[in-house]
């Protein structure tokens, strides 16, 4: 009995790691390089910083030897927000009381981390800090089979294990591999995935980029994660340069494709198209459109922050005045599913191969960084859309039909 409480006690010591202040603590990962070694009470211990300019989701603020985020609860728009408290390795971590009751505790820089989102994972990855994944989700992993950039970012970290699926985690991986936090994806509302992550004592960060409103406050969520590994500086940086790259889209585009009728959808049965998913007014797409001047033929009747399926003659009376569709199948599945069903030929854009869709080669790569490298994004769209302001480029992610 008392070497099972002493085993029972070491286990919870490397859980809750030194400095540990409570169940809702992530432990002591941090290299001894990273850690404050002559702690003073008042001193900053976060030289670099961010500012929130674009997300209406998440703002963040530094108290010292600690830093706050907090995130709306995408999930549950009525419960409270979810809070993060990051403390510096060396200090200690402040009274889990008051407005701090409730929260994550993190000591950072985080060194051990697991992932289920790909966004995250492309975030993670342009930090350089590939090497702190120890775990995956099985669906990202299994993309390392058909795609190089995961395979890259598999072999950088080390081999990682599998900690399940984001809607179903294997709590003993996750608490096996000691991980400091399990970057998610906060999908809104209707789903669980946070709050059961939470309720289950795992150190779940939502990362909910695709639910905002603008395309640069998805990119900017990079600064969050960032937060975690005391990266602000190179997160800063980077936004910045993606931000200047968009704008530079946009005043190429602007006032250029008034006019056009275009359409944000997939038709592919294999990723869940029963015949035409639509996106409308409410996603970060739609809202794309409407800032390079073009008219969204699924904007009415459509608020969806995904979108929504339409039967056959919803779709063809809704779409009956489009001459341009963006799909984002991959070009070889949209192609078979057109084929597939004729109906689709009485879509202009489909009998005309006026559209774009997503590249076949490193579809999966692209998947992951699109919310991130809106840059890339914007480019793409305006390139489809007007060719002849962008002569002899092509898109990166997505490729013209003909």
């Known amino acids: 009995m008392k070497r099972l409480i002493s085993s029972t006690v070491a286990l919870l010591l490397v859980l809750t790691g030194c400095g540990a202040s409570g169940p809702g603590t992530s432990g002591d990962r941090a290299g001894t390089s990273d850690c404050v070694t002559d702690y003073a009470d008042g001193r900053d211990y976060f030289p670099d910083k961010s500012t929130v300019t674009e997300s209406d989701l998440w703002s963040i603020d530094y108290h010292g030897s600690y830093k706050t985020i907090t995130l709306d609860d995408t ?34 820089p985080v060194t051990t981390v697991s992932v289920t989102s790909f966004n995250a994972l492309a975030m993670v990855d342009r930090l350089g800090r590939n090497g702190t994944i120890k775990g995956l989700s099985g669906q990202l992993l299994n993309n390392g089979t058909k795609d190089e950039w995961y395979a890259g970012v598999i072999d950088a970290a080390g081999k990682p294990m599998s900690i399940g699926e984001y809607t179903d985690l294997d ?24 709050g059961n992550a939470r309720a289950a004592g795992l150190p779940a960060v939502s990362v909910s980029n695709r639910l ?8 900017e969520w990079l600064k969050m994660v960032a937060a975690f590994y005391n990266a602000e500086a190179a997160a800063n940086t980077e936004f910045d340069a993606i931000k200047s790259r968009y704008d530079e889209v946009v005043s190429t585009v602007s006032g250029k494709v008034g006019g056009r009728k275009a359409g944000y959808l997939c038709v592919a049965a294999e990723r869940g198209c029963e015949f035409v998913h639509g996106h409308g007014t409410e996603t970060l797409v739609g809202r794309l459109l409407a800032r390079l001047g073009v008219d969204n033929v699924f904007a009415a009747d459509n608020p969806a922050p995904n979108g929504q399926p339409y039967d056959f003659e919803k779709a063809v009376g809704t779409a009956a005045d489009a001459d341009f569709f963006i ?60 060719p002849e302001l962008f002569p002899g480029a092509e898109g990166t992610c997505f490729a013209r039909a003909s």
Request: some cysteine; proline content about 6%; glycine content about 8%.
């Open 327 to 386: 799909v984002y199948d991959p070009l070889n599945l949209t192609r078979a599913a057109l084929a597939a069903d004729p109906r689709t030929s009485r879509f202009k854009p489909f009998k005309d191969n006026n559209f774009i869709a997503g590249v076949d080669a490193n579809f999966e790569e692209c998947r992951a960084k699109t919310y991130l490298d809106v840059d890339v994004l914007i480019r793409d769209f305006a390139i489809g859309l007007a």
């Open 75 to 108: 999930e549950n728009a009525d419960g409270p927000d979810l809070k993060y408290v990051l403390y510096r390795c060396g200090t200690p971590p402040p009274p889990a009381d008051g407005d701090l009751a409730g929260a994550l505790f993190v000591q950072v």
């Open 212 to 219: 905002e409103r603008d395309a640069l406050a998805s990119a």
């Open 171 to 194: 709590k003993e991986a996750v608490l096996g591999l000691q991980n400091q936090v399990v970057f998610m994806s906060g999908f809104g509302k209707g789903f669980d995935d946070i």
